[in-house]
């Protein structure tokens, strides 16, 4: 057997090796991204991470590595996804848009795919108060969550590069839609009224929704709130009978320009 000191300075030698490879690598991702960026062929392709996944793995000579390889090359292709959406997308991507048009779900899925962060007000309004999003309304009244919704953005727009999924009332004050349009692009998520009434028939979450929850009350609220959403945003995608992946892709292709 070789003795510690060998081995050690074999696996420097190695580590460099690794390195050197890594760094050509993510050069070579980099210029994909760029191909692809003028080509305007999609960005993020979950199939192709699959491929390069088993290819790596059936060509392992000792297969006993293959799970550690898996978690390897799933964490360079995070890290690569990672770095290509602070390229291509170097400012946090707001969604805006009523109760039920699937912000919260949307904002999932855009995190995975872009491996972005994603910062939920209403959630971090919960978190910061301790208490829920139900009983600031009772304790505070609209105003006062107002005030508390507006300092929760404030305070998630001075992080850096992420998704901010904003309750409904966000764009309805001028302070907020300053504030999103400075630090964001502002993605509007439509849906129908009859959509958002079958989506929040039975949710008791909503104060606003909660002795109202009619399409009629809907249908108004949303005629009300229509200019101020419209004059937030960058860009506009219906989330009606389509799928989430889909949504996602549509919003990377409109924030690309494409
Ligand atoms: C509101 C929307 C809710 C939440 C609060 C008020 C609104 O968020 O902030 O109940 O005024 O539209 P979601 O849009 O995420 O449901």
Same mark, same amino acid.
């Given at each position: &057997?070789?003795?510690?000191?060998?081995?050690?300075?074999?696996? +420097?030698?190695? =580590?460099?090796?690794?390195?050197?490879? %890594?760094?050509?690598?993510?050069?070579?991702?980099?210029?994909? &991204?760029?191909? $692809? /960026?003028?080509?305007?062929?999609? !960005?993020?392709?979950?199939?192709?991470?699959?491929?390069?996944?088993?290819?790596?793995?059936?060509?392992?000579?000792?297969? =006993?590595?293959?799970?550690?390889?898996?978690?390897?090359?799933?964490? !360079?292709? /995070?890290?690569?996804?990672?770095?290509?959406?602070?390229?291509?997308?170097?400012?946090?991507?707001?969604?805006?848009?009523? &109760?039920?048009?699937? $912000?919260?779900?949307?904002?999932?899925?855009?995190?995975?795919?872009?491996?972005?962060?994603? #910062? +939920?007000?209403?959630?971090?309004?919960?978190? *910061?108060?301790?208490?829920?999003? $139900?009983? #600031?309304?009772?304790? %505070?009244?609209?105003?006062?969550? /107002?005030?508390?919704?507006?300092?929760?953005?404030?305070?998630?727009?001075?992080? *850096?590069?992420?998704?901010?999924?904003?309750?409904?009332?966000?764009?309805?004050?001028?302070?907020?839609?300053? !504030?999103?349009?400075?630090?964001?692009?502002?993605?509007?998520?439509?849906?129908?009224?009859?959509? #958002?009434?079958?989506?929040?028939?039975?949710?008791?979450?909503?104060?606003?929704?909660? +002795?109202?929850?009619?399409?009629? %009350? !809907?249908? *108004?609220?949303?005629?009300?709130?229509?200019?101020? %959403?419209?004059?937030?945003?960058?860009?506009?995608?219906?989330?009606?009978? $389509?799928?989430? *992946?889909?949504?996602? &892709?549509?919003?990377?292709?409109?924030?690309?320009? /494409?």
């Amino acid at each position: &057997m070789k003795d510690l000191e060998t081995l050690r300075k074999e696996i +420097d030698q190695l =580590d460099q090796e690794i390195v050197k490879y %890594y760094e050509k690598r993510m050069e070579a991702v980099l210029q994909v &991204m760029e191909f $692809k /960026r003028q080509k305007r062929l999609p !960005i993020f392709h979950g199939g192709r991470e699959k491929q390069v996944l088993n290819r790596v793995v059936e060509s392992l000579e000792n297969k =006993d590595f293959a799970q550690e390889t898996r978690l390897l090359y799933s964490e !360079i292709m /995070r890290i690569s996804r990672k770095r290509q959406s602070q390229e291509l997308f170097p400012f946090h991507i707001a969604l805006v848009g009523f &109760m039920g048009t699937g $912000k919260s779900t949307i904002s999932a899925s855009l995190s995975e795919m872009l491996e972005m962060e994603w #910062i +939920d007000l209403d959630d971090k309004i919960e978190r *910061n108060m301790g208490i829920t999003i $139900k009983q #600031i309304f009772e304790k %505070y009244g609209e105003d006062g969550f /107002r005030r508390i919704e507006t300092e929760a953005l404030k305070e998630a727009i001075e992080e *850096n590069h992420k998704i901010i999924s904003c309750g409904g009332g966000i764009p309805l004050k001028e302070e907020n839609r300053e !504030i999103l349009k400075k630090g964001s692009k502002v993605v509007l998520l439509q849906a129908s009224s009859t959509s #958002i009434y079958q989506r929040l028939k039975d949710d008791d979450t909503r104060p606003l929704l909660k +002795d109202n929850m009619t399409l009629q %009350y !809907i249908e *108004n609220l949303l005629r009300q709130r229509e200019e101020s %959403y419209i004059k937030v945003s960058d860009l506009v995608v219906s989330t009606d009978e $389509k799928e989430v *992946n889909d949504i996602s &892709m549509e919003i990377i292709d409109k924030l690309l320009g /494409r």
